[in-house]
């Protein structure tokens, strides 16, 4: 198997799920060290780009970047140039420096089309900084919500920033009412590594309102059948720790919530939870940030 293509989480998964020796032969090709042309086109037409870092003790954050359509582009295939600088509130914002690992998700609800590249910051700068792609791959069009975003820079008004451990009782109605969020996780050597596959990662995750459930502070989210790289849970399996940021689709609020994850890999248990679902992620709240209008987009 390529060893730079799936680090040891991802092919422990691989093999779980039946899929080692398929992935050994596809993943280098479905794959890439640089964007084609169609990902590059793709990431210059958004209002919006979800990013994944990580912070000095590890923990990896989820965050959102807007601006007018143009705001990304793509200079040349290796290189993902971003035009946008994040409110001091934003857990990323103290985030990007020279050499950070990054992990990027492009994604156009409404049409559901979806493109993700892993890389590093490079040339950080006062109103935005470029990424190094490491990997460059496309996503399927599954559980993706259709609503069409648009940058509004007069709707970003941002409250406060309101802190607490574990969830409160909004933080757990916001989860409850989620059809969608964004997940960020890492490789634990993200930091200081320049391996392809030891970065950070930040993935989609959607479904019916509800289709998270909420018990406590711990939250259950259901894996169904995707692209078999195990991208997510393949980091989870070496570092637990994990962020979850949900945005109000009517009101522009952002919360965020950091987590610790326990993998359920019983098919069998998990269909009669979830019907389809292959496996379930356990995710133990450990506290919770929540901005309200915290970002320039209006959604229809």
């Known amino acids: 198997m390529d060893e730079e293509t799936f680090h040891a989480g991802e092919r422990e998964l691989q093999a779980l799920a039946g899929s080692a020796e398929r ?36 923990q990896p954050w989820a965050g959102v970047f807007t601006g007018p359509p143009g705001f990304v ?12 600088k994040l409110p001091s509130h934003d857990p990323l914002a103290a985030l990007i420096a020279d050499g950070a690992p990054v992990g990027l998700l492009g994604i156009e609800p409404h049409t559901r089309r979806r ?45 406060t920033p309101e802190h607490g451990v574990g969830l409160d009782d909004e933080a757990r109605g916001t989860i409850t009412n989620a059809d969608t969020f964004f997940i960020a996780t890492a490789h634990p050597q993200a930091r200081g590594s320049h391996e392809r596959a030891h970065g950070v ?16 502070d711990r939250l259950t989210v259901p894996d169904f059948v995707g692209n078999g790289f195990f991208n997510t849970i ?4 070496l570092e637990p720790r994990c962020s979850l940021l949900f945005l109000d689709f009517d009101q522009g609020d952002a919360t965020w919530v950091t987590a610790r994850s326990e993998l359920s890999w019983d098919p ?25 209008r915290s970002r320039a987009l209006r959604w229809c």
């Open 23 to 58: 992935l050994a032969q596809a993943g280098p090709r479905v794959v890439r060290d640089h964007m084609p042309l169609q990902h590059r086109d793709f990431f210059s037409q958004l209002p919006f780009l979800v990013a994944g870092m990580v912070d000095g003790a590890g």
């Open 73 to 84: 582009r793509s200079p040349d295939e290796r290189l993902l140039r971003i035009e946008a």
């Open 115 to 159: 493109n993700r590249l892993n890389g590093w910051v490079t040339h950080p700068r006062k109103d935005g900084f470029d990424v190094a792609v490491g990997q460059s791959f496309g996503n399927c069009p599954k559980y993706i919500q259709a609503r069409q975003p648009r940058f509004d820079p007069e709707a970003a008004s941002p409250d």
């Open 201 to 216: 990662d930040v993935s989609h995750r959607g479904g019916p309102a509800g289709f998270v459930r909420v018990d406590g």
């Open 234 to 237: 393949g980091n989870l399996v």
């Open 268 to 292: 069998g248990h998990a269909a009669r939870a979830y019907p389809g679902a292959l496996r379930l992620l356990h995710l133990q709240a450990a506290s919770f940030l929540r901005v309200r």
